[in-house]
């Protein structure tokens, strides 16, 4: 289910939207690494909170594709590359950016309401967790229709949420509350009627 085989143009083809999504987040890492002249990408698009409050309202968006460094940027690529194109190909194009988007979204909306003014946050670790918390929708639907996939989902969940809270500067506000917004709108997504169309399109079928 999470084991990526295909090839290069395979993988393009077949998953679009994630395809898409790590390519932009490279191509922002790439260009907020420079300078223009006085204007920075990295500056203008940090979520900084005491700014957001001065109404620079974009920063609740922009953090969600700028990252800390190469590592930062390489782990939630990664994970969205073996986690995302499953929920892409089950949910469709738009309902899958919808679930990235709106976790990411909360996530920093959540992190400027909870956080203090001088809070500063970057990273798609938010909508990363949002994916996870669609996953857990899907647990929570196909529970009886499939078993064992619960033993595959959760432990990437609970690990993820542990490691949250033992690792230092993360956003915990972020995580949580992407982990949150993504399984209430998989609530909405995965409705039980749809449990016989994945049979017929989603290895899933095969965990028993």
Known sequence: ?????????????????????????????????????????FQWGVGANYLIGDGEWWRLITPMFLHAGFLHLLFNMFSLYLFGPELERLTGKVRFLTIYFLAGLFGTILTYLLQDANYVHVGASGAIFGIFGAFGALVYYTRKAFPGLRQIILPIIVISVIMTFLQPNVNATAHITGLVVGFLIGLSFFHPKRIVSWKKKSPIRRVK
């Open 1 to 41: 289910m999470f084991i990526r085989n295909e090839k290069f143009k395979e993988y393009l083809a077949k998953y679009p939207v994630v395809s898409g999504l790590i390519a932009l987040n490279i191509i922002v890492h790439i260009l907020a690494s420079f300078r223009f002249g006085e204007f920075s990408l």
